[in-house]
């Protein structure tokens, strides 16, 4: 009898998402729990280098003999393509996007330019040089804008800015995570979110806040955010947004999963926002929540993937 492969689950890291990765990793680690495998929390410390997190993601994943990685890493080193390259030296087989999916998923300004280069609408946007003086907004756009960094997730350092005043503080906070940062026009309507599992989009999932715009407060504080899942939209208007999700989706050649953040316009226009590769993956997240709409529950899902990923690699032929 074939011996059954292991499951290294990778969560934490040194991201701004280290706490939710934790999170996303245990839920996947007690669902696969549930499976014929054997199953191996890995985490990634929060306070450490890129390099020194590859080096503790190397030695538990040749100590284990891992057979295929969970990556349940959110942010830095865990979407930017890091983790993904280093499960391709050590011939590893992994969930999720391949190293330039990932890369140009976490970066928003290479992928808008992939969106608009297959069709997608995007925001107008611009890129701003913090290294250099900025004394107004980039022309084609006016206030209210939104500033975010170009290679974070989660919300993490956006503002929405209503006023010139308000502008140098915006481009401050997201100059944190690196310049240069994005500068984007405001687009007003409904926030929605559809996820693809393997090559079919999920139910949408509208969105609705209880402040000014989903920030990382609201994604992360029980009874802060509204989730209609399904959206309640017409059925044309819920099969655009499907389309326009895997149509990002493909354009970024993601695999296994994705996420794309959108918003319906109020002239009925989905506008592509992001696409998240490693999305969020704790039983209450969005991915799952509009899994479960289709009959898929939590641990179905989790053990899809790792299904996903093994059958992809001929290194697995070994195993039934």
């Keep these: 009898m074939n011996e059954s492969p292991t499951v290294a689950v990778l969560m934490g890291g040194p991201s701004q998402e280290h706490d939710i990765s934790l999170k996303s990793g245990h839920g996947v680690a007690d669902a696969l729990a549930k499976c014929p495998w054997r199953v191996e929390p890995v985490v990634i410390p929060r306070d450490i280098t890129i390099e020194n997190a590859c080096e503790i993601a190397r030695h538990a994943l040749r100590h284990m003999h891992a057979d295929v990685a969970f990556i349940a890493l959110h942010g830095t080193f865990?979407?930017?393509?890091?983790?993904?390259?280093?499960?391709?030296?050590?011939?590893?087989?992994?969930?999720?996007?391949?190293?330039?999916a990932s890369r140009l998923g976490m970066?928003?300004?290479?992928?808008?330019?992939?969106?608009q280069h297959v069709g997608l609408s995007v925001p107008r946007w611009r890129l701003v040089d913090l290294h250099t003086r900025v004394a107004a907004l980039p022309k084609q756009l006016?206030?209210?804008v939104v500033v975010k960094p170009?290679?974070?997730?989660?919300?993490?350092g956006?503002?929405?800015?209503h006023h010139e005043q308000e502008l140098p503080t915006a481009l401050a906070l997201a100059g944190q995570y690196g310049s240069p940062v994005l500068v984007e026009?405001?687009?007003?309507?409904?926030?929605?979110?559809?996820?693809?599992?393997?090559d079919e989009p999920l139910p949408v999932i509208e969105i609705r806040p209880h402040q000014q715009f989903f920030d990382f407060t609201a994604k992360y504080t029980a009874g802060q955010t509204e989730y209609l899942v399904p959206a309640p939209l017409p059925a044309e208007v819920?099969?655009?947004?499907?389309?326009?999700?895997?149509a990002a989706h493909r354009a970024l050649r993601c695999r296994h999963l994705s996420r794309t953040d959108i918003m319906l316009s109020e002239q009925g226009v989905p506008v592509v926002l992001e696409v998240n590769t490693i999305p969020g993956f704790t039983p209450m997240s969005l991915l799952p929540k509009a899994a479960a709409c289709v009959g898929v529950s939590y641990e179905q899902l989790c053990e899809q993937l790792v299904l996903m990923a093994l059958h992809e690699s001929p290194a697995m032929a070994k195993f039934p």
């Design 78 to 100: 865990g979407e930017d393509g890091t983790i993904q390259q280093l499960c391709e030296e050590l011939h590893i087989s992994y969930t999720g996007s391949d190293p330039t």
């Design 107 to 115: 970066d928003k300004a290479a992928s808008r330019t992939r969106f």
């Design 142 to 144: 006016a206030y209210p």
């Design 150 to 156: 170009t290679h974070q997730g989660s919300s993490v």
């Design 158 to 161: 956006v503002s929405i800015v």
């Design 185 to 198: 026009e405001f687009v007003r309507g409904k926030e929605v979110t559809v996820g693809v599992l393997g």
């Design 238 to 246: 819920t099969r655009r947004i499907q389309e326009t999700g895997l």
